[in-house]
């Protein structure tokens, strides 16, 4: 059983650079979840997708943040004239819908990016 | 509004001590869910325990407990004998609607 899959890992950049991340989730899960983690911190809701369907935004989403989610499979979250507050782990999580709970969030091994 | 408090930021202990680390939990809603993630150094969210509001049963998992008080809105949880491998940074969460709201986290040190 495939797991949640991110890439890449690691990424350092520098300021004002434009970065693109990637999450491809369990198979069979139509949801899809984005969250951020600073040092010290616990993760934090960035946005969500059902299916190709981005539902919900969160107000950490500044305008230099876009995510989607084209054919319902794999996510994109892209950062664009990245600042060196970006500096965090982006994790990205699914769960299946339907009469599945989806409270069962399967996280990823997240991205750790770097802006210098 | 959700929030959630872990108000221990460390515990270090010995080899095969006892571990519990406090929550507290805030929310308007009714029906909800709880739940404690361990984050190892490797960075990957490792699910461990959940509980229903509906469900005050406390149990044990092997060597994790935990504690529900809905009166105290308090979801503790519990590591008994505990070990090495049990090094790591411990989540508490909520679950409402779609996603999760985290707890800022307690680091676990046991020592051998």
């Known amino acids: 059983d495939t797991g949640v899959s991110q890439d890449p890992r690691h990424k350092i950049t520098k300021r004002g650079q434009n970065v693109t991340f990637r999450c491809d989730p369990i198979?069979?899960?139509?949801?899809l979840y984005w969250y951020r983690q600073t040092l010290g911190q616990g993760p934090e809701f960035l946005t969500y997708?059902?299916?190709?369907?981005?539902?919900?935004k969160s107000r950490l989403l500044s305008d230099r943040f876009s995510a989607e989610r084209p054919k319902g499979s794999f996510s994109t979250l892209e950062i664009q004239r990245t600042e060196q507050g970006d500096s965090a782990m982006y994790l990205c999580?699914?769960?299946?819908?339907?009469?599945?709970?989806?409270?069962?969030?399967?996280f990823g091994p997240g991205t750790r990016l770097t802006v210098t | 509004a959700q929030k959630v408090t872990q108000a221990q930021t460390e515990i270090s202990v010995v080899e095969k001590e006892d571990v519990t680390l406090d929550c507290v939990y805030e929310t308007r809603d009714t029906t909800y869910y709880l739940f404690w993630y361990k984050q190892p150094p490797s960075g990957e969210l490792v699910f461990l325990i959940r509980r229903n509001s509906f469900d005050e049963q406390n149990e044990i998992s092997g060597r994790y407990s935990w504690n529900f008080q809905k009166s105290t809105s308090s979801f503790n949880f519990t590591i008994t004998a505990s070990q090495v491998v049990d090094s790591a940074v411990y989540f508490c969460?909520?679950?409402?609607?779609?996603?999760?709201?985290f707890g800022a986290g307690t680091t676990v040190t046991v020592r051998a």
């Open positions: 999580a699914s769960s299946s819908g339907g009469d599945r709970a989806p409270y069962e969030q399967y």
């Open positions: 969460a909520l679950f409402n609607d779609y996603k999760l709201s």
């Open positions: 997708f059902q299916n190709e369907a981005q539902l919900e």
């Open positions: 198979s069979e899960h139509n949801r």
